[in-house]
């Protein structure tokens, strides 16, 4: 009697080979992206410091608001990809995001504030 509970769901796939081709150059282009948004953040964070381009200057704030602008489309991204969020459909996407965009940028609205209290002081 054969077992019906153990189900090999790899040798079930019957993917053709342009299939596979197509998936792979998606995993590289997904690599390249989040490699070239990685890179841009370390070489921000390694040559544009405080104390090069000022602290009090406007570049700075714009310096830190891209990097979070980055981080932001980097972790979107990774959850659009690897969650599977981008096959669904766009009310649903929107509906998982929107509270985590509402949430950021409450954040973001406590820290700047609170961050000016700072140089009040």
């Known amino acids: 009697m054969e077992r019906d509970d153990i189900i090999e769901y790899s040798l079930d796939a019957h993917h053709s080979e342009e299939e596979g081709k ?4 998606k995993i590289w282009m997904v690599t390249l992206i989040l490699t ?3 890179t841009v953040e370390v070489v921000m964070g ?3 410091s405080k104390t090069v381009v ?3 200057s406007g ?5 830190k608001l891209a990097y979070i602008g980055l981080t932001l489309l980097k972790a979107g991204y990774i959850v659009m990809v690897f ?3 981008g096959d669904e459909r766009k009310w649903l996407r929107y509906l998982i995001i929107a509270p985590y965009i509402g949430f ?3 954040l973001l ?3 700047f504030g609170e961050a000016s209290w700072i140089t009040m002081g």
Do not use: E, P, Q, S
């Open 109 to 111: 609205f406590i820290l």
């Open 54 to 56: 000022g602290a009090d």
């Open 22 to 25: 197509k998936i792979r150059k």
């Open 83 to 85: 969650m599977h969020l």
């Open 36 to 38: 070239v948004v990685t």
């Open 46 to 48: 390694i040559f544009l």
């Open 104 to 106: 950021i940028c409450y």
């Open 59 to 63: 570049v700075w704030t714009a310096i």
